[in-house]
């Protein structure tokens, strides 16, 4: 099994538990703008740097490529990102697919948390997250793609 | 990974035996990325949740193998070691950074010229200067760890001619170069000070 070493360290570690469960009837596929939303940590340039447990959220136009690595945590794997931006954040192949018509179209937006967060993550579920979900609502989006680091 | 995906009930999760940092499986595949996205996708196909499936190909790391590559030889004996490599290895950063156009160095720098800087003020922590006393920008050990390490990591993949399995560029870093035993002998003095962040200065997994 991959990264023995951290999976041991960090897999007895509490995660939230939900009363509700949050499934939702899906879209068709075919006619769903989707986003990404990964918690690699990425941003700009002149974006400012994350923070330990930090809820806030980075956004990108869907050409954004000039993106960096910006989690807080050295225990995974960065040479996978440097060589491939995919790899995390799959835009190109979300375009790809589209091409093809098997998704509606992808979103000109799309976002990034920062992954190393506290036990409940009570700033993102309660506000950053709800906030993002609102600003890619209104892009359009039906279908967000989870890439979790 | 798996069992906290399961205990938070997320709605729709493709479960993947991959390496962490790399959720859609192999760098540079397209192919098999298409493959992870569609089966994403066909989670979509449930009408009760929540679903959780598991990806049917396994990746395994490879933290056990450093990346096969040289490190350049010394070619300044009047300069310290580590600057000395980092030197060494610049040319193959600098190539890396014009195939892809992108690199990961930027947390405490604004670019590789920065990198020499932050190997001074490590070898400065690892000689017994306090911290917050070593010159590193914003005294942030841990990012300046972090941008030295993208630095090497770069450079290995272009000195490879490949692109590195999981951790093995890391691997490679760590046991095979000046700065990564520098990084090492850091996180052992900051903890030896008792300086709580100290043990991330390097993966846990070196």
Redesign the interface.
């Known amino acids: 099994m991959s990264d023995a070493t951290i999976r041991q360290a960090v897999g007895g570690m509490p995660c939230p538990e939900y009363e509700n469960l949050a499934f939702q009837p899906s879209p068709t596929l075919s006619d769903a703008t989707v986003a990404v939303v990964t918690t690699a940590g990425l941003r700009h340039d002149d974006d400012p740097g994350w923070k330990p447990e930090d809820p806030s959220f980075r956004v990108f136009e869907v050409d954004d490529r000039a993106l960096k690595l910006g989690h807080l945590s050295p225990n995974f794997d960065r040479s996978g990102f440097a060589a491939d931006i995919n790899v995390v954040y799959p835009v190109d192949r979300l375009s790809e697919l589209a091409d093809q018509g098997i998704i509606g179209s992808v979103a000109p937006r799309h976002i990034s948390f920062m992954g190393a967060q506290n036990d409940t993550m009570e700033a993102i579920r309660m506000d950053s997250g709800p906030a993002m979900a609102k600003a890619l609502k209104e892009d359009g989006v039906d279908l967000v793609l989870l890439t979790p680091v | 990974?798996r069992?906290?995906a399961e205990?938070?009930?997320i709605?729709?999760a493709l479960h993947c035996?991959?390496?962490?940092?790399?959720?859609?499986?192999?760098?540079?595949d397209?192919a098999f990325?298409?493959r992870v996205?569609?089966e994403?996708?066909a989670l979509?196909?449930?009408?009760?949740?929540?679903v959780l499936r598991d990806f049917p190909e396994?990746?395994?790391?490879s933290?056990a193998q450093p990346l096969s590559c040289q490190v350049p030889p010394r070619v300044n004996s009047g300069q310290h070691a580590v600057l000395d490599e980092a030197a060494g290895v610049k040319p193959a950063y600098e190539r890396?950074l014009a195939e892809?156009?992108?690199?990961?160095v930027?947390?405490v720098v604004s670019d590789a010229s920065g990198i020499p800087g932050l190997l001074e003020g490590m070898v400065r922590i690892k000689d017994g200067t306090p911290w917050k006393e070593a010159g590193l920008p914003n005294n942030d050990v841990?990012?300046a760890?972090?941008d030295i390490?993208?630095y090497y990591?770069?450079a290995?993949?272009a000195l490879a001619g490949h692109?590195?399995a999981?951790?093995?560029?890391?691997t490679w870093f760590f046991a095979e170069t000046e700065a990564g035993q520098l990084l090492k002998d850091v996180r052992q003095q900051l903890q030896d000070d008792g300086v709580p962040f100290g043990f991330?200065?390097?993966?846990?997994?070196q």
């Open positions: 990974m069992p906290h205990n938070s009930k709605p729709r035996e991959f390496p962490l940092g790399r959720p859609l499986g192999k760098p540079g397209a990325q298409i996205l569609q994403a996708f979509l196909d449930a009408t009760e949740g929540p396994t990746i395994e790391d933290a890396a892809s156009g992108r690199t990961n930027g947390r841990l990012e760890s972090k390490m993208s990591e770069e290995a993949a692109i590195p999981a951790r093995a560029a890391e991330y200065v390097a993966p846990m997994t």
